[in-house]
Every structure is written in structure tokens, then in C-alpha cells.
């Protein structure tokens, strides 16, 4: 996977999007018809959720290998430790490997309902992310990345041990990470300078930034639910301007602002040598379509691949 990272012979930098797993039929369609739409901008990769609950796990390993199987797109399946036993984990591995994934982001997860409520380990599981990571490489030839912090993780009051404890996840395996999403390029910047100041051998490897172009502020709530932070008071006047002071918020103002917010972030971030640009998708690909068209990415009739 980061063999596909970093300028392409034409210069441009890959893009990949994340999904989530679909609720229902309908939502299935429109994830499908995302991915359709993504497989002619040939990102680098394509991402998976993996959240709470039962059916939708057996949901996810399904949808996740399908687009592995039927599509062009380098899938990467999110592995979480939530409510999992070590034994539950590694039959998720096997089940992904069965569909033919090799590429796992491997995160410890969120506690179910509430992202920043108390974390309890399964009685048989893991504590944190790097055990999952070290699990994972030991069971076969997987190709691993874990999630990173910009701000430092929500929970965390201490951005130099946070940044420690993501070196360790790299020690451990992981060949690359993703950032929670923000909006002050800043803040990544910061964050791959604590990485190269505390191991300059880890963190010469990928730290790929995640965007989320917000197109309404109900998708600001999401991006701050998401994020465990609140957008920056910048960036929060620039969509409020956007909104206009009418009973009802100026929608098409807000997403066109949205959309800009997330091209001049997508901007700065390549001239800064970003390996990559991940988005968030929600499973629509207008938007970051959008983003991608205004930063001089083109579709093609045909997937790269074919
Ligand atoms: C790109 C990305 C994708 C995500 N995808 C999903 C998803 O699909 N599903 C989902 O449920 N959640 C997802 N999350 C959210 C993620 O699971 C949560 O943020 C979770 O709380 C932390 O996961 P982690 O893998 O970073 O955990 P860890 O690295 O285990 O860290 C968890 C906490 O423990 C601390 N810590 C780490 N190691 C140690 C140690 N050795 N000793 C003491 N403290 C330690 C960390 O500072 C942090 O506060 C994603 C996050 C990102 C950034």
C-alpha cells in the first residue's frame, strides 16, 4: 500500500476516501454508486469503517470484501478491539484475508455510543491499538497502518506522549498512519515534527491527512462528533458568514464554502509534501468529487486498473 503513496510520475498526489459500512439496501446502492464514481479518479485507496454492533460488522466484512472482489479499488478494511476477545479477532482477520484484503488500519476503537466515554477491554482482548497491530503482523503477510492525532488523541492531555505512544504503533509494524480529520493545516504540520523529533526512522514513514468537506453545518456537528474537537473559530465564521442570518442557513453558500475550506486545505497540505489526501466521504462522492475537480483531478472513462 505505501508503495502507492507520495507524487505520482505526473507529479500529482494520490487521493483516498473512506466509507462507512451501509445501514440498509438503500444505503448499499449509494455506497456502491460512490465507489463507481471513485474507481474513474483512481484513488490510491479506498478505506472502511469497522463500528459497534453485530449485523453491522457481518455487513461490513461483506460490503468491505465485495469491493475488494468486484471493484478495481485497493481496499483497506478498519479493524477495531471493541467488545472483541483476541480469538473473535483473529477470525475477523482470517475472514478479511479470506476475501482477499491485505491491508488492515488497525485501531483500538471507540467505546460504543459515546467516543469520549470510559474504554473497557474485552476480558480477553486487547488494551490498545499496538498489541492489535503487533497481533495482526504475526498472523501473516498484512500490510498495516493505525490512526494518528494532529491535536493529540481526545482523551489524551499530553501531545508528547501521545506522539510516543503512535511511535510505538509504528515500532510495532505499522507501516503508515491517518490522522483524525482537522482544519488547521497547523496542526499536522506539528504533529509530523513531534513524529521526526521523537524517532526519525518512524517518522520518515507516510502520516496521510484526513479532510472532510463540510457541505451544511449539520456535517460541521459530524466533523466535531468525529473529531472530538470543535472546528476552529476560523473556519466556524467563514461557513456562519456562508450561512447568512435568515431563519433558514443559505445551504448551497455553506457547501460552496465548504468546498473552498477543503481545496485550500488540500492546496497547502501538497505543498507541504503530504504523501496523500484522504477524505471522508460519508458514502457521497460529490463533494470530495469537487475538491479533487478544483485541485486538477480528472476522470477517466475507465478504472487505472482495468
Ligand atoms: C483515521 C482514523 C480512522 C478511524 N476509524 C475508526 C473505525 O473504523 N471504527 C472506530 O470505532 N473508530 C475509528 N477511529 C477512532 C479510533 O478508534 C479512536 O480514536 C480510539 O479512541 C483510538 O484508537 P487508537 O487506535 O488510536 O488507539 P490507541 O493507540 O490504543 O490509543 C488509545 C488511547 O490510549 C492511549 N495509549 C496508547 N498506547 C498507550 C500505552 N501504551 N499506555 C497508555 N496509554 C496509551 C492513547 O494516547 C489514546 O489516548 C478512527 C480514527 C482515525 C484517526
Known sequence: MVQQLGPRPDGSIPFSVEFNPPRDAAGEARLWRAAREFERLHPAFVSMTYGAG?????????????????????????????????AELRSIVGAYADAGIRNLLVLRGDPPGDVLGEWIKHP????????????????????????????????????DQDTRFLVSKLRAGAEYSITQMFFDVEHY???????????????????????????????????????GRPLPAKVMERLRKAAGNGPDEDRAAVRACGIE????????????GAPCLHFITLNFAKATSEVLANLGYTMSATPAHA
Request: hydrophobic residues 40%; charged residues 25%.
Open 189 to 227: 504540520l506539528r504533529l509530523r515534527d513531534r513524529v521526526i523529533a521523537c524517532d526519525p526512522i518512524e517518522g520518515a514513514k507516510p502520516i496521510i491527512p484526513e479532510l472532510m468537506p463540510v457541505t451544511s453545518l449539520r456535517t460541521v456537528q459530524r466533523a466535531e462528533e468525529l473529531s
Open 54 to 86: 453485530g449485523s453491522t460488522r457481518d455487513r461490513t466484512i461483506r460490503v468491505t470484501g465485495q469491493l475488494a472482489r468486484e471493484t478495481t479499488l485497493l481496499t483497506v478494511a478498519h479493524l477495531t478491539a471493541v467488545d472483541h476477545s483476541v
Open 261 to 272: 475550506i477543503a481545496t485550500e486545505m488540500a492546496q497547502r497540505l501538497i505543498s507541504e
Open 124 to 159: 480477553e482482548g486487547v488494551e490498545y491499538a499496538e498489541e492489535l497491530v503487533r497481533m495482526v503482523r504475526d498472523l501473516g503477510d498484512f500490510h498495516v497502518g493505525v490512526a494518528s492525532f494532529p491535536q493529540g488523541h481526545p482523551r489524551s492531555t499530553d501531545l
